[in-house]
């Protein structure tokens, strides 16, 4: 490894943010009309005029748009943005009735889907929290607390530990199967970790930190692998592995077989999602000041299967999905598993010092600034094929918005002046 390498990918990233990514959202995402964030645009950056705000694309885009400016980046403009969408998600998502965020609304403000999904709150706590701690307005963190709460009094399952996550808007959950009442996920639990652990760094209280650590031991305890420590996507009440199933109200573009059920139901493990959950759990043990290497065995297990199964050493990027002794089943690239692979190799390199992380860095960042960011516009293609051809060519989205590529860059560049720093890299 060389300095000149490591400052050219620094360079790279610090355009893209800087020039490209934050432009673009900045310029486009505030709803200056109806309030909170327009979030649906086409390949050429034009409004879609589509009739919907989703609580994800709202709650990510105040995390976006607090942890640029907490990151130092935007002269403010990121925080006003921020706020104005605090002010949307509080005046018009909030359920003033029985608590918690709605699921959909108009473009208006007007509630279209009034469903409590665990996914979305979980969300609202990670922006509610980081609004907070990059603005210092509390207001974040007291809805973040509410909606803490309330997960905790309706979703805990008291017997089996863990979260359900379908409910109606007066909280009762829902039905089984398709319903998704029957069912805990691993999406969902990954994402109560990096909103848990944002709530604990925001107002350092020792219940959450608590509740941080029990979310921790059954996402190692429960949803890994007992061999390969691959992620499980669905499980039963009872921890018992279920058929992976599309649910009825979905958070991502529709990308089952026919009938809602993958052709491999119960043995595939997303690459992205495995890496992912790894960053975020060091990036949790690091909050709470548990040194990462108490967990270096598991954490080495997670990154290599990627690197030896994932990682397209032919064209570039990150694959899918595949079985979880290895191996892959879908060939394609999806641009948040780009992003959160791209961070996750840098955290394994500077963990373990091998030099087959920085390669697999190396590799999935040719290939996201040689394929999958759509430069002319500025923010990025959500799928393309193997070879880097988009397939899907909408900038925004109610599931795909700037939540994976802007915190990529952010946390990508942190982690590479770490390396210049630790490393001790001078030639």
């Not at 109806?34 to 589509?50: A, K, P, V």
């Not at 104005?84 to 279209?112: A, P, Q, S, T």
């Not at 992003?339 to 091998?354: H, T």
């Not at 880097?388 to 900038?395: K, N, Y």
Request: hydrophobic content about 35%; charged content about 25%.
């Amino acid at each position: 490894m060389y300095k000149e390498q490591i400052l050219m990918y620094k360079k790279e990233a610090e355009n893209h943010l800087l020039n490209e990514l934050l432009p673009f959202w900045l310029n486009r995402l505030k709803d200056k009309q109806y309030g909170g964030y327009i979030t649906h645009f086409d390949q050429n950056g034009i409004e879609t005029g589509e009739d919907e705000k989703s609580l994800i694309a709202q709650t990510r885009s105040v995390y976006t748009m607090s942890s640029a400016h907490r990151a130092g980046y935007g002269s403010g403009n990121c925080a006003e943005i921020a706020r104005h969408g605090i002010d949307f998600l509080i005046n018009k998502m909030w359920d003033k009735k029985h608590g918690g965020f709605y699921w959909m609304m108009d473009r208006k403000g007007n509630m279209k889907k009034d469903e409590k999904i665990l996914y979305g709150q979980s969300f609202a706590i990670y922006c509610l929290s980081e609004y907070t701690l990059a603005t210092r307005d509390t207001t974040g963190l007291e809805y973040a607390e509410k909606t803490f709460n309330l997960i905790q009094k309706h979703c805990a399952d008291s017997i089996y530990g863990g979260y359900f996550e379908m409910f109606d808007r007066s909280w009762n959950l829902a039905g089984p199967g398709s319903q998704g009442g029957d069912r805990k996920t691993l999406d969902v639990h990954m994402h109560l970790m990096e909103a848990f652990t944002t709530l604990y760094e925001c107002s350092k209280k020792s219940f959450f930190q608590s509740k941080l650590l029990e979310n921790i031991n059954i996402l190692i305890s429960k949803m890994l692998h007992p061999k390969y420590k691959t992620g499980i996507s669905q499980f039963a009440p009872n921890w018992k592995v279920a058929p992976q199933i599309k649910f009825d109200i979905v958070w991502g573009w529709d990308r089952y077989a026919d009938g809602g059920q993958k052709k491999n139901p119960e043995d595939n493990t997303c690459y992205g999602h495995n890496v992912e959950l790894a960053w975020l759990l060091i990036h949790a043990l690091n909050t709470l000041g548990i040194n990462a290497n108490e967990y270096r065995d598991l954490l080495k297990k997670v990154f290599d299967h990627t690197v030896n199964n994932g990682i397209d050493t032919e064209y570039g990027g990150v694959y899918v999905e595949g079985p979880h002794k290895g191996g892959v089943y879908d060939m394609e690239k999806e641009f948040w598993q780009q992003a959160e692979v791209m961070i996750g190799m840098l955290d394994a390199y500077l963990l373990f010092g091998s030099e087959k992380y920085w390669q697999a860095y190396g590799n999935v960042h040719r290939f996201v600034f040689d394929k999958v960011i759509n430069h002319q516009i500025g923010e990025w293609w959500p799928l393309l094929t193997r070879k880097g051809e988009p397939i899907w060519t909408h900038m925004g989205h109610s599931w795909k918005i700037n939540y994976h590529t802007v915190r990529a860059m952010i946390q990508c560049i942190h982690r590479l002046n770490r390396i210049l720093e630790q490393k001790n890299i001078t030639k």
